[in-house]
């Protein structure tokens, strides 16, 4: 049984530009939720997306997008990237809003030059 | 304000003691408290988590305690080994989803 999978595990950009990253759920799980853990410090809460819409949403601006699909594997996009993007960006998933202890995928490692 | 913040930000300790990390939280209305292990390149991975209707679970080798009168967590490892070498973090979640709110985590260190 797949836990939590992202890709890529490493990513290199420049300030300005665009990038997306995915995130497959463990199997059974419908729910998915996507952190940004600088270096250092705690994951913090993106958003979180059931049944193809975004039910929550941290306090991130709107350069901060994503899309759930049918078989609930999910994607970050991050536009006009700035120098602070940089960071581990954690896919989590569970089975359905109000479901305690999300599984964690390994992470996307974003690094912007 | 949400925050959920630890007491250390590094504990050393000898293989085969035990190990007690603390969490401060600040919103009462939390539903569930977690803990959480990261290692090194890895994403958390869960340890245990409480309802906030409870003061104390036991996992395998892991107690979480909780005291809602101060707000104060924490998570005690017994006979602790090299393989507990990791960041904790303690993590809150509220309002019937399971947004997290993390702290800045502990790290342990476990010395032979």
């Known amino acids: 049984d797949a836990g939590v999978t992202q890709s890529p595990t490493h990513l290199i950009k420049t300030r300005g530009q665009q990038v997306t990253l995915r995130c497959s759920p463990k199997s059974g799980h419908d729910t998915v939720s996507w952190y940004q853990q600088a270096l250092g410090q705690g994951p913090q809460f993106i958003f979180q997306y059931y049944e193809e819409e975004e039910r929550q949403r941290g306090n991130f601006p709107d350069r901060f997008s994503g899309h759930q699909f049918p078989n609930y594997s999910s994607e970050l996009n991050v536009n006009a990237l700035l120098l602070g993007d940089s960071a581990l960006y954690l896919c989590a998933s569970s089975s359905g809003p109000g479901s305690a202890g999300e599984y964690f995928g390994p992470g996307t490692r974003l690094l912007v030059l | 304000g949400e925050s959920v913040g630890l007491h250390l930000p590094t504990l050393s300790v000898q293989e085969g003691d035990n190990s007690i990390i603390n969490c401060a939280y600040s919103?009462?209305?939390?539903?569930?408290f977690i803990w959480y292990k990261q290692e090194s390149g890895k994403g958390p991975q869960f340890i245990i988590d409480?309802?906030?209707?409870?003061d104390k679970r036991q996992g395998q080798r892991v107690t979480v305690l909780l005291n809602k009168t101060v707000k104060h967590l924490s998570l005690q490892i017994a006979a602790t080994q090299p393989g507990d070498s990791a960041v904790y973090f303690c993590?809150?979640?509220?309002?019937?989803?399971?947004?997290?709110?993390f702290g800045a985590g502990t790290r342990l260190a476990v010395h032979p």
């Open positions: 919103n009462s209305a939390s539903d569930y």
């Open positions: 409480i309802r906030s209707n409870m």
């Open positions: 993590a809150e979640t509220r309002g019937g989803y399971n947004k997290l709110i």
